[in-house]
Each structure stands twice: as structure tokens, then as C-alpha cells.
């Protein structure tokens, strides 16, 4: 991603990947949409109503969307789900919140670890679970950890510029 976007704060990256998810999802959606309209004719559209392509699109339609949010999370497969998304006609009313979701879990990993973590994490998690699970919950606590010293020293830092003590604690026995 280009360097104007990793020194952005936080937010404003993150709705500014946001926003360019929205435009690059929504609009393979909606090309697979018109290519499927397309298609509709001759014997590519036989094929289209055929009575196994009809429950292909109907499961897809109904269970994609967890398909489609989890894609955002993936390198190289995320354009396909979109894609099929559009190309099985799935309902905008299934799709719109699988593209927020989704998008938003893809904003907010870009605009901090990257994607590069994430994939290392799945490369791990096809090879061991396991060790997947456990390198997910140490990075969770990690983070919890960062979050709760980053919040003492903020603490401090207020305690000390407003010039009171901080409240000392008493400890029974």
C-alpha cells in the first residue's frame, strides 16, 4: 500500500481502506451482476437454469455470506468471492453485510499488522490448528497487554500533569 496510507492515523486509514474496499468488492459485484444478465441467452442460459445450478446458486445465496466476509481475510481469493457473489445473483440484502464486514475486518488488518500476518497465520493453521489457535489467543493477549500498559501510562502521565498522587493502594492481608 503506498506510504501516505501507513502514516495516516489509525482511523482515517482505516476509513480510507474502508472506503476503497466498498468501491473495489462492490463493483466486482457488480460486474459479476451484469455478466450473469449477460450470459442469460442461448445455451449458456440453459445451463444457468438447470436444475443443479439452481441449488448451487440457492446454498451459495443463502450460506455465502460468511464465505464472502471470511474472502477479505484471504490474499487472491477475496476478487473470486466477489465475483461469485455477483455471478450467482446473490441477494444485495446477503451481500451488503458480508462487504461490511468483511471490508472492515480487511481495513483494519491492513491499516495495522497487514496482510502478510494474516497469511502466515492461515499457512500455519493448513499445517497445525492447533499452534494456529494458540498463536491467535497469545496475539490477542498481547495486544490486551499493550493496550491495558498503554493505558497506565496514560494514567500516570494525567496524574502527573494535574500534579495530585497517584491514589496509593492499601492491601489487606
Not at 49 to 63: D, M
Not at 96 to 110: D, H, R, T
Not at 129 to 154: D, E, N, Y
Request: net charge positive; hydrophobic share 55%; proline share 5%.
Amino acid at each position: 500500500m503506498m506510504q501516505w496510507v501507513q502514516d495516516l492515523p489509525l482511523l482515517p486509514a482505516v476509513a480510507f481502506l474502508y472506503v476503497v474496499i466498498w468501491c473495489r468488492a462492490g463493483g466486482t459485484y457488480l460486474l459479476g451482476r451484469g455478466a450473469r444478465r449477460a450470459v442469460h441467452r442461448g445455451r449458456v442460459a440453459r445451463m444457468l437454469e438447470s436444475p443443479g445450478v439452481q441449488r448451487a446458486t440457492e446454498l451459495i445465496n443463502r450460506w455465502g455470506a460468511p464465505v464472502v466476509a471470511l474472502s477479505f481475510l484471504t490474499i487472491g481469493f477475496q476478487t473470486a468471492a466477489n465475483a461469485a457473489a455477483g455471478l450467482t445473483a446473490m441477494p444485495a440484502r446477503r451481500y451488503l453485510p458480508a462487504l461490511a464486514i468483511g471490508g472492515l475486518a480487511w481495513a483494519l488488518v491492513y491499516a495495522t499488522v497487514g496482510l502478510l500476518a494474516v497469511r502466515a497465520w492461515l499457512e500455519l493453521f493448513l499445517v497445525s490448528p492447533w499452534a494456529a489457535v494458540a498463536a491467535g489467543v497469545l496475539a490477542v493477549m498481547a495486544i490486551l497487554l499493550l493496550l491495558r500498559r498503554r493505558r497506565r501510562h496514560r494514567e500516570m502521565e494525567r496524574g502527573e500533569r494535574s500534579g495530585s498522587p497517584e491514589p496509593s493502594r492499601i492491601v489487606e492481608s
